[in-house]
């Protein structure tokens, strides 16, 4: 493999996908959570309607993730807002053999995730499509190897006591079934409060 020559700089890049590791991570009970099973898939979700982080057993959760959230937004993205709030958050149960099917998130501006119980080795890691953005038609020209330029998938361990963030409209999920174990998530979304300089929202 050789090295470009030239100085490669990406450009209008669609998303960045930040990691976090949480130090302090502690197992929490999920006692007494009411779970549905999703359609299409072997997964079961909290309700969607609720904000499971608001629970008290899941306070020093929340304030890791709030710190997560801060840094993505002011460190990564560097947007201008007055004040961000985790609206959504529920917990994703998938057992053996479970999977779910790509998607976005809608009304929200980042989403998130954290492993409350996953192994990186057995448990299926977590998946982001390119999306498509041409209207034409267009060449597809094969590749000698893959690169950040010509993936059109990216996936990420799945990890107890990690934390993704990323840009709501990005497509994730895990359609490769998890192979050993129980794989939990506790997913979220962002939404910011006076943002822009034209729309007071």
């Known amino acids: 493999m050789t ?3 030239g100085e490669v700089r990406p450009i209008f890049p669609l998303g960045a996908v930040v ?18 099973p999703n359609f299409g898939s072997r997964t079961e979700s909290t309700s969607q309607d609720l904000n499971i982080l608001k629970e008290p057993r899941f306070a ?4 890791f993730l709030e710190e997560c959230v801060k840094d993505y937004l002011d460190n990564v993205f560097c947007y201008k807002y007055e004040k961000f709030e985790i609206v959504h958050a529920w917990v994703n149960r998938a ?13 929200s501006v980042v989403s998130g995730v954290y492993y409350l119980k996953a192994d990186p080795k ?3 890691p977590l998946v982001f499509e390119k999306p498509e953005l041409s209207t034409f038609p267009y060449i597809a020209v094969a590749t000698t190897r893959h690169t950040i330029f010509t993936a059109n998938q ?15 409209q ?14 939990i998530s506790l ?15």
Do not use: C, W
């Not at 990691?19 to 549905?36: C, K, M, Q, T, W």
């Open 187 to 201: 997913a979220f979304n962002v939404m910011l409060t006076g943002i822009g300089l034209f729309y007071r929202l």
């Open 3 to 5: 090295e470009p020559k």
């Open 154 to 168: 990216a996936a990420f361990p799945s990890e107890t006591g990690t934390a993704y963030l990323f840009p709501s």
């Open 60 to 63: 020093k959760l929340r304030a």
């Open 122 to 124: 057995l448990s299926s």
């Open 19 to 36: 990691r976090y590791v949480n130090p302090e991570h502690e197992d929490i009970s999920l006692d007494g959570l009411e779970f549905a």
């Open 170 to 183: 990005l497509s994730h999920g895990y359609e490769i079934p998890s192979r050993s174990g129980e794989r």
């Open 95 to 107: 057992p053996e053999g479970g999977f779910q099917r790509m998607h976005t998130h809608g009304n």
